[in-house]
C-alpha cells in the first residue's frame, strides 16, 4: 500500500487538531441535519427481527462524519416498509442510535407512499437530476403536463412536512441550533422552514450535485424555478462542491431571479432582505473509515479473487449504472483503444464493478441493458475462449470495488457531469500500483484533481481511447510522480475539512451579528 505508518501518524495528528476545532464550533449549539435518505434504514431477519443497515449513497457516507463532533438529530425519509413501520412504533419521535462509529437521533419523516414516489420519482428523479445533469433532449423532453404538476405538489408537500419536522427539533432543542439541508431533494425547504421557525437560526444547504448555467434552468416553468430560487436565497450559507457550480448559482440569480442582488467579488446575493454567502466546499471523504476498508478481511478476500482475472495492465471504472456517468462511452473508447492499438490485445482488460440505480425510472433500466449488451459485443469482438477484454460486474460490492482500485493500471472516471466522484479521489488513496487516473473534464473532482489526471472530453471517445494508451504507456517515473500528487491532494482535504469550513462561514455569521 502507498500511505505508511509516519503518515498515518501525521494525518492522524492533523486530523485530531481539525477534531478539536469542529468541536469548539459546536459547543453551546444543536445540530440538525435533512436529507432525504438517511443513516440507518431497516429492515428484518428470517426470524423477524428488526435489524439496522448503513445507509447508502454519497450524500449519506461524506456527513455520517458530523456524528462524531456532535449529537446531531438526523431528519430523513424511510427508505423500507420496514422503516415506516419503526416510525410509526416510535410514534414518529426521534430514535437514539449510538454506535462507536456514529451517535445521533434518528427521525423519520412519513408522507403517502404515492406523494413520496411523485415527489422522488417524478420531480426529484428524473426531473431536477437531469436538468442539473444536462440530461434532457429538449426538444422532446420534459413535457410538463398536468401529471407533472400534480407531481410538484407533492415535492412541496414533502418538503413542506421535512420543515414541520426541522422545526419541531429546532424548537425541542435546549441550546441555539445549526440547521444543515442537504442536495436537490429539499430545494423548497428552506423558504418553508423560515416561514415556520418562530425563532432564527443558522441556516445552510449544501447542493451535492452540479449546478448548470442560467439557460439550462429555463427548461423548468418560471414560477417551479423561482420556487426554487428564491427558497434557496433564505439560507445562511449555501455550498457546492466546486467554484463553477457556485458561479453558475450567481449568473442563474442574476438571470433569472427578479430583483436579486449579485455580488460576485463576495460570492453573495441579496434577495427580498436576507443575504446568502454562496460558497465552495470540495467533499471529500473519511480516509481512515477508507483505509480500514482497504486492509479488511473482506477486501482482501476480493482482491485474491479479481487478482488472476487482471491483465498485463487493467483499467478499472467504478460507477453507479446512471447515464450521466457516461458508461457507455466509456466502454466505446474502450472498444476504439483495442481497435487502434492491437498490441494490448490479450494484455489489457477493463474490470467494471457497477452498481445497479433507480431501476424504477425506465431509461435506468435502458441504460443497464445498453451497457451488458455492449460490454457483450467487445467481447465477441476482440476476445476468445482463452480471453475476454471485459470482466463485468453488476450489483453493490464495496469491498470488491475497493479491491478494484487497489489494482488498478488505469482508473477511468468519464461522467458527463457530476457534483464531485468520490471514486476519483478514493481510488489514488487506496492504489497500489501507482495507478494513472483519466478524468473528464465534466467531473466536479477535476478542479482539485485536473493538473495530476489525464482529462478528457466525456464526448469525445477518440481523445478517450488515446488518453487510455497514453496512461498504459506512460513511463514509471511520472506515473509515481502524479499517483503521489494526487493522494498528496485528496489528504490534504478531508471530509472533516469539508464540514469545518462550512461551520467557520456560519460562525462568522454569529460574530457580524453580534
Known sequence: MPDTDSDDLTLRQRKARLRRKVQRLFDGRALVLASNRGPIS????????????????GVVSAISAVSRYANPTWICSPMSHVDRQVAMENHEEPIALSTKDYDFRLRFVLTPEQTYDDYYSVVSNPLLWFVQHYMWDAPRSPTFTRRMWSAWESYRQVNLEFAHAIAEEVERASKPAIVMLQDYHLYLCPGQLREHLPHPCLLSHFVHIPWPGPDYWMILPPRVREEIFSSLCTVDVLGFHNRRYATNFLRTCQSLLMGAKVDYSAGTVRWQGRTVMVRSYPISMDLTALRRLSRSKRTLRQREHLLPRLGEQTIVRVDRIEPSKNIVRGFQAFDLLLEEHPEHLGEVRLIASLVPSRLQVEEYQRYLEEIIVLAQRINLKHGDREWQPVKLYVGEHHSRAIA????????????????????????P????????????????????????????????????????HAALIMPAEERHEKANRLREIVEGHTVTDWLYNQLVDLSSLLESSN
Open 42 to 57: 431497516f429492515d428484518r431477519t428470517t426470524t423477524g427481527r428488526v435489524r439496522r443497515r448503513r445507509g447508502t449513497g
Open 404 to 427: 478494484s482500485m487497489r489494482l488498478y493500471d488505469v482508473l477511468l472516471v468519464n461522467p458527463i457531469m457530476d457534483g464531485m466522484n468520490l471514486v476519483a479521489k478514493e481510488g
Open 429 to 468: 488513496v487506496v492504489n497500489e500500483r501507482d495507478g494513472v487516473l483519466v478524468l473528464s473534464e465534466g467531473a466536479g473532482a477535476v478542479e482539485e484533481l485536473g493538473e495530476s489526471a489525464l482529462v478528457v472530453s466525456p464526448y469525445d471517445i477518440v481523445d478517450m481511447a488515446d488518453s487510455l
